[in-house]
């Protein structure tokens, strides 16, 4: 009988370490589960704000690319793509009577205006430069090169409605001169610190050369864009100007 006791005391006691053992990586793994789920969490979290920062640098299409390859070569020929340039007329002047805060948060104001209408009609925005605003269509997708056209020439409009309401509130009045042209062109990522995501080609030199040839409030674009929006976007006669670079060509403002 003693035997038979001590045999089930000790098995008493083994059951009750072994429980207790059995607790305890039960304790450990929650622990080590909750660990493992928070440093996920954080882990996501990281992930969402380098995409979100890449996002604001990238093109959308561009940052997946880049996103699923790090070494991605970011080299395209785009064929239907309508380009714009945009500059603030006399700004050179403006800045050496007004201070630095003034002058700064004037162009933060007028162009998140600008940057918000970009988004929400699809507008690509390349860079700015300076006071110079440059967007662009047709970059990514197959829409035809008409709709590409028209959808730029009607966000200039739009800038310029911009920039109605933003002097209608503000102290610092700002006037542009707005440029566009169409064709194809050269569109890449270069850089590996600082990248960015340019465009580059004749149509792009041509798009610069409607905007500094171009007058106050009012948008100016090239023979290739006027034809391609003709049916929807109304047009002076045409007037024959001296391009640099280019020569005598026939260009056509907004009415």
Known sequence: MLGLLSI??????????TEGKII?????????????????K????????????????????????????????????????SVLFADI????KMTSTLDADTVVGALNSLYSRIDERAKREGIEKIKTIG????????????EPAEKNAVALVKFAQGMLQDIEDFNATSNVKLFMRIGINSGSLIAGVIGKTKFV?????????????METSGQTSRIHVSE????????????????????????????????
């Open 8 to 17: 089930l005391f000790i098995v008493s006691i083994t059951i009750s370490f």
């Open 24 to 40: 305890r990586v039960e304790e450990e793994n929650k622990k080590l589960e909750d660990t493992v789920k928070e440093r996920t």
């Open 42 to 81: 954080e882990l996501q979290e990281e992930k969402n704000r380098s995409e979100h920062l890449l996002l604001n640098i990238l093109p959308e299409e561009v940052a997946k690319r880049l996103t699923l390859d790090n070494n991605a070569k970011i080299a395209d020929k785009i064929e239907n793509a």
């Open 89 to 92: 007329v006399d700004f050179t």
């Open 131 to 142: 006071d110079a605003y440059m967007a662009a269509t047709g970059l990514f997708g197959n």
């Open 197 to 209: 995501y340019d465009i580059w080609g004749d149509t792009v030199n041509v798009a610069s050369r």
């Open 224 to 255: 290739n864009t006027m034809s391609l929006t003709k049916e929807a976007i109304n047009y002076s006669e045409p007037v024959e100007m001296e391009i640099k670079g280019k020569g005598a060509m026939k260009t056509y403002f907004l009415v």
